[in-house]
């Protein structure tokens, strides 16, 4: 039983004498009630983010990136490769294992390399522009094929930050002012796009629950509208 439907039960109790409780309910009582059913909403939403955030960065903590094999180089960490590798018009699926993905690899004559998500799979990538690094596509690895490529730099560790130094107590100090976090502040994780191509053009589109998943030109990664999947067709939108 959530907070609120105690909440409610107690109102009910202290606002109505009939045994038509619930039309007697004032409208003060109800919105109390509305009000913390929100704040519990909120809670839930900025937890669910909390955990998601956590598993991804245990992953990054306690995961090994394998060295590459035989005819392939890498890892290249915090790197991306382009376009997913494509069977029969579907992306391949990902993988839970970096042997598996590098079996299939080398089978598919269009796949040139694998890339490390931030959810711990292997994906098969097409790699047609080679390594990139930056931007919200980055992954925690990279591999491609052959031996013709630049020597993977180590994994770069972060280097700490350095201490404050105090500084001198003033007699006429005011209270420090803390700027407010807006909770609509956009995770900043990578997003888990796949490639489609819709009437001659192609796009990335994002891997979502969303009714209305995000579009990006895949020349350009400019984000164009949303997808709507039962008429496979992108709704563009105007920008400013």
Known sequence: MTSYTVKLEELIAKYCDSDDMLNNVPMRALFEVASLA????????KAEKTDKKARKQKIKEEIVIPEAPDFWS?????????????????????????EEAIELANKIEDCRGVV?????????????????YGGKY?????????TD???????????????????PPSDDEEEPEFEAESEDESDDDSLDVEEYEIDGVSYYIEQTQK?????????TSEEVGWYKADTNEVIYCKTE
Do not use: M
């Open 138 to 146: 980055v992954c925690l690895a990279s591999w491609v094929k052959g």
């Open 211 to 219: 009714s209305k998943p995000r579009v990006f030109l895949a020349e």
């Open 38 to 45: 929100e704040q519990q909403s909120q809670q839930q939403s």
């Open 74 to 98: 890498g890892p290249y960490y915090d790197s991306w490769l382009q376009s997913n590798v494509k069977v029969d018009g579907k992306s391949v699926k990902q993988f839970k294992t970096f």
């Open 149 to 167: 490529h630049p020597e993977p730099e180590p994994k770069r560790e972060p280097e700490p930050e350095p201490e404050p130094e105090p500084e």
């Open 116 to 132: 490390l998500t931030e959810s711990g799979k292997y994906a098969l990538r097409r790699g047609r522009t080679g390594i990139l």
